[in-house]
């Protein structure tokens, strides 16, 4: 079984003699979702409950593993993701697992769910519309309130 429900493999493995070549490659997988939310703080019709067909991009990089071929295989990036992501949102209220859900918000947690999931994250887009969507990528600077 896989990171969502708890496995030591390796989704990961570091390129060996006669990999392909050394550079990484990025495999992306998308996954729809619906779901409701509302926006309290919005000052236009957001604020009303309403819906969207979400489209998360999960972007995973690597080398090309010599045995495989591949950097991951595509079915692991959507075990990890149904089972951390998915199942939790999937037809729900966005507004009961996450306060005040913008799309920039949901894909905070979208990425902490997936951070200690052993995929190797690039970054996240989620699409709120077909032309509207955030990008998440890991942080390279502390955050305001880390080491004062
Ligand atoms: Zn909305």
């Known amino acids: 079984m896989l990171p969502g429900s708890g496995t030591d493999r390796p989704l990961?493995?570091?390129?060996?003699?006669?990999?392909?070549?050394g550079r990484p490659v990025i495999v992306v997988r998308?996954?729809?979702?619906d779901a409701a939310h509302f926006l309290p703080k919005h000052p236009g019709r957001c604020r009303n409950?309403?819906?969207h067909t979400y489209r998360l991009q999960v972007w995973c990089e690597g080398p090309i593993d010599a045995e495989?071929?591949?950097?991951l295989d595509f079915q692991d990036i959507k075990d990890v993701v149904k089972a951390r992501v998915l199942d939790l949102v999937d037809h729900t209220l966005l507004n009961d697992r996450i306060e005040n859900p913008t799309a920039e918000r949901i894909a905070a947690w979208i990425w902490d769910q997936l951070a200690d999931s052993g995929l190797p994250l690039k970054e996240i887009r989620l699409y709120e519309t077909p032309t509207c969507f955030v990008v998440h990528r890991p942080a390279e600077?502390?955050?305001p309130d880390a080491g004062s």
């Open 12 to 21: 990961l493995r570091p390129p060996g003699p006669g990999a392909y070549h």
């Open 30 to 33: 998308e996954f729809p979702f």
């Open 49 to 51: 409950m309403h819906g």
């Open 68 to 71: 495989s071929g591949m950097v």
């Open 141 to 143: 600077v502390p955050a």
